[in-house]
T-cell receptor
Framework: EPEVTQTPSHQVTQMGQEVILRCVPISNHLYFYWYRQILGQKVEFLVSFYNNEISEKSEIFDDQFSVERPDGSNFTLKIRSTKLEDSAMYFC??????????????FGAGSRLTVL | AQSVTQLGSHVSVSEGALVLLRCNYSSSVPPYLFWYVQYPNQGLQLLLKYTTGATLVKGINGFEAEFKKSETSFHLTKPSAHMSDAAEYFCAVSFPGATNKLIFGTGTLLAVQP
C-alpha cells in the first residue's frame, strides 16, 4: 500500500540551528500538508501546499517556517532558527485530490524534533 | 470557531469489553468527521469517516461511529476490545473548502487490560 515517508525519524538540534524535515508524499497525490504535535497536546495544522504554492497556513507558521517541493517528489519543511518551543512531532500528509467529498489525508510516521 | 473535544485523555478497558471513545465538535456548518488511530512509532491511520448519508459508519478493525447532529457528537465504539486495539485515537473534522485541512482533538490513549 502506498505510504508517506518522513525523514529523519528523530532529530536533535541546538536552539538557533536550521532544521529541514523531509517528506516523500504518495506519488499521485496533489495536496500536501504539515502538522505538528507538541508532547501532550493536540495535532495542529501548520500549512497546506498545492500547485507549488502555499494554499493555507496557520498562525503557527510564521516567518521562521518555510516549505518547498524542490524536485517534484520531496516536500520539505524548514525551520530557519529553531526555538525550544519547536520541539514536537511533525507529521507530513498528502491527499490525492479534493473531489466533491471529504478526501482522506494519508499521514507519515512523523519526525520527532528535539531542540536543546 | 470550529473545534473538536475528546473527553478522556486516557481510557482503560478489559479485553473483550466495550470500547467507547467520545468526540464532540463545534461548528457552524456541517462538518466531515474522522477518526484516526496512531499505533506506537507509526503515523496516523484512518479508521473511518463520515461525510453524508448514513449516520452510522463502519471502519476498519471492527470500529464504528455514529454521527448525531443533535448532540454534535461522533463517538467511536467497538463491541469487544482486543489487545491490539491499544493505541492513541484522534477525532478530527474538516469542512468543504480549498484545503480540506483537518482540525484534531487532543487524542485519547486507549489501554486494553488482559
Amino acid at each position: 500500500e502506498p505510504e508517506v515517508t518522513q525523514t529523519p525519524s528523530h532529530q536533535v538540534t541546538q536552539m538557533g540551528q536550521e532544521v529541514i524535515l523531509r517528506c516523500v508524499p504518495i506519488s499521485n497525490h496533489l495536496y500536501f500538508y504539515w502538522y505538528r504535535q507538541i508532547l501532550g497536546q493536540k495535532v495542529e495544522f501548520l500549512v497546506s501546499f498545492y500547485n507549488n504554492e502555499i494554499s493555507e497556513k496557520s498562525e503557527i507558521f510564521d516567518d521562521q517556517f518555510s516549505v518547498e517541493r524542490p524536485d517534484g517528489s520531496n516536500f520539505t519543511l524548514k525551520i530557519r532558527s529553531t526555538k525550544l518551543e519547536d520541539s514536537a512531532m511533525y507529521f507530513c500528509a498528502s491527499m490525492r485530490d479534493r473531489g466533491t467529498g471529504a478526501n482522506v489525508l494519508t499521514f507519515g510516521a512523523g519526525s520527532r524534533l528535539t531542540v536543546l | 470557531a470550529q473545534s473538536v473535544t475528546q473527553l478522556g485523555s486516557h481510557v482503560s478497558v478489559s479485553e473483550g469489553a466495550l470500547v467507547l471513545l467520545r468526540c464532540n465538535y463545534s461548528s457552524s456548518v456541517p462538518p466531515y468527521l474522522f477518526w484516526y488511530v496512531q499505533y506506537p512509532n507509526q503515523g496516523l491511520q484512518l479508521l473511518l469517516k463520515y461525510t453524508t448519508g448514513a449516520t452510522l459508519v463502519k471502519g476498519i478493525n471492527g470500529f464504528e461511529a455514529e454521527f448525531k447532529k443533535s448532540e454534535t457528537s461522533f463517538h467511536l465504539t467497538k463491541p469487544s476490545a482486543h489487545m491490539s486495539d491499544a493505541a492513541e485515537y484522534f477525532c478530527a473534522v474538516s469542512f468543504p473548502g480549498a484545503t480540506n485541512k483537518l482540525i484534531f482533538g487532543t487524542g485519547t490513549l486507549l489501554a486494553v487490560q488482559p
